[in-house]
C-alpha cells in the first residue's frame, strides 16, 4: 500500500486517544487520496488504560475497546505492540520512516507527593497500585504490603474512589471482575480496618462524580463516613447551572453517609480540608501528619492546626505524568508534551493525555484525536515511501518481535478461556507469559 501517494502515520499508543485518531485517520482514506495508519504500543496488548486503569469491577466501560477493535481491524490499519518508541525506535527514527508521527502515550507516571518522608516504603503511586491490580506487566511485581490494618488514600477523584473500592470490596463483590488473582489473594486477605481519604478542599471541590461516589454507599462489609460538620447545608449559590445536579447528588450522598449507620468489618472515612505534610515512620510508613486546611476565595490555605493519622500504607492519587522521549519537548511543570493545538514540531503531533494532561473521561480523549488527525490530513503531504516495509526491516534487523492484532487476538482468547468462576477474563500478566501464548497458539 507505501505508494507514493498513500499518506503514512504511525500512531504511537493504543489507548483511547490512539485508538481514535487512528479511526479518524482510516476514514479520511479515500482512492485518491489513501491513507494507513500503524498504531504502536510498548505492550504486546492493545487499549491502554481501557484495560489497565479503569477498574476491574466497571467491566461495562470496558466495553469501549470494541469500537477501537473495530478500527484495528481495518485494512489501513495495523498493530505493532511490544514495541517501546524511545527505546526500541527512536522518534527521530520514525519521523523519517513516516509522514507522521500522533504521540498517543498517555500518562503513566504517578505524580509525586512532594512532602518530607514521601520515599517511605509503605508510599505507593496511584499508577503502580491500579496497574498492580490490573496486571499491567509494568507493576505486576509491586508486591504492596497489605497485613495492615490502616490505609490513607490522598485525593478526592475518581482513581481514589476506585482505590478505596478495590481495597474494601469482598471475593465475592469482585468474583465477576478480572481482578488479577494475585492482587485478588493479597487484598481479600487484608486485615484493613480503616481507610482514609483525604481531600486538601472542600466536599464541592472534590473531583469526583456522583455514580462512583454513591457505590461507596454500597460495599459489603465497609461502611462510609463523612463528618456533618464538613457539609454545607446546600450547594454554594455561585455554581453554575450546568454543575448544578451533579454537585446536589454529590451532596446527597455525602450527606447520606453522614448519618449513622451499623458499623461494618471496615469503615472508610472520607475526610476534607485536609492536606498531607509529612510522612512519618523510620523506613517505613508508620503515620502521615495533616493540616487542616480553609479555602479562601478558590484557594486553600493552611491553619495551623495539624494532626497525625496513624496508617502503613500511603497511596496519593493526584494525578499522572507523561513520561517524556528524548527528542520531544516537555513542559516540566504541566507534565505533558508541549505542543500548540496538538502539533509539536515538523511532523510531530500529540494526542490525548500526552497532549493536555490527565483530565476527562475517556470520551474527551475523541474530539481531541479528531482535531490532531483532521490537521495532520490537512497539513501533511504524502512523501514517505514503503514506510511498512522500512519499519518492518529496522524492528526485523534489531530483533524486535513485534505483535499484531490477530496476536492479540490470540492472547485475547486465552485470557478469556483461562477464566475461573464467574470472572470475565484471567489477564495475562507478564510479557513473557503474552508472547509465549501466541507462539503457541
Ligand atoms: C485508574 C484510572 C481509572 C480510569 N477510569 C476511567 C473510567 O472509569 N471512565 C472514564 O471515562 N475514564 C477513566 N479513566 C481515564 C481514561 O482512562 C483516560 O482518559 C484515557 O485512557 C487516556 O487515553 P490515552 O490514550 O491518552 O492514554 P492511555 O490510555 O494511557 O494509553 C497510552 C498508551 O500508550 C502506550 N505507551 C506509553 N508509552 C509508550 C512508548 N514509549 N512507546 C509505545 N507505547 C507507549 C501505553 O502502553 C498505552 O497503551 C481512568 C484513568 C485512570 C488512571
Known sequence: MSENHTLSIAVIGSGPAGYYAAEALSKASSDERPVEVDVIDQLPTPFGLIRAGVAPDHQSIKNVAKRYEKTAMQDNVRFLGNVSIGKDVQIEELMTIYDAVILAIGASASRK?????????????????????????????????????????????????????????????????????????????????????????????????????????????????????????????????????????????????????????????????????????????????????????????????????????????????????????????????????????????????????????????????QEVAARVIEEIKPKANNARQKIDDLLQKRHISHVSFRDWQKIDAAELAAAKYTAPREKFATIDTMLKTISEN
Open 113 to 369: 507527593l512532594n512532602i518530607d518522608g514521601a520515599d517511605k516504603q509503605g508510599v505507593i503511586g496511584s499508577a503502580e497500585f491500579v496497574g498492580w491490580y490490573n496486571s499491567h506487566p509494568h507493576h505486576a511485581e509491586l508486591k504492596p504490603k497489605l497485613n495492615i490494618d490502616s490505609a490513607v488514600i490522598i485525593g478526592n477523584g475518581n482513581v481514589a474512589v476506585d482505590v478505596c473500592r478495590i481495597l474494601a470490596k469482598t471475593t465475592e463483590e469482585m468474583a465477576e471482575t478480572d481482578l488479577a488473582h494475585y492482587a485478588g489473594k493479597t487484598i481479600h486477605a487484608t486485615p484493613i480496618e480503616t481507610i482514609w481519604m483525604f481531600g486538601r478542599r472542600g466536599p464541592m471541590e472534590a473531583k469526583f462524580t456522583p455514580k462512583e461516589l454513591s457505590e461507596l454507599g454500597e460495599l459489603k462489609q465497609c461502611v462510609t463516613i463523612t463528618k456533618p460538620e464538613q457539609l454545607p447545608d446546600d450547594i454554594p449559590a455561585d455554581t453554575l447551572p450546568k454543575e448544578q445536579g451533579v454537585k446536589k447528588k454529590i451532596l446527597g450522598h455525602l450527606k447520606e453517609f453522614s448519618t449513622p449507620r451499623p458499623a461494618k468489618i471496615q469503615t472508610l472515612n472520607i475526610e476534607f480540608y485536609a492536606s498531607p505534610v509529612s510522612v512519618i515512620g523510620n523506613e517505613r510508613v508508620e503515620g502521615i501528619r495533616m493540616e487542616r486546611t480553609r479555602v479562601e476565595d478558590g484557594r486553600t490555605l493552611g491553619t495551623g492546626h495539624f494532626f497525625d493519622v496513624p496508617c502503613q500504607l500511603i497511596i496519593p492519587c493526584i494525578g499522572y505524568r507523561t513520561v517524556p522521549i528524548e527528542g520531544v519537548p516537555f513542559d516540566t511543570d504541566a507534565g505533558h508534551f508541549r505542543n500548540t493545538d496538538g502539533h509539536v514540531r515538523d511532523n510531530l503531533y500529540v494526542t490525548g493525555w500526552a497532549r493536555r494532561g490527565p483530565s476527562g473521561t475517556i470520551g474527551t480523549n475523541r474530539p481531541d484525536a
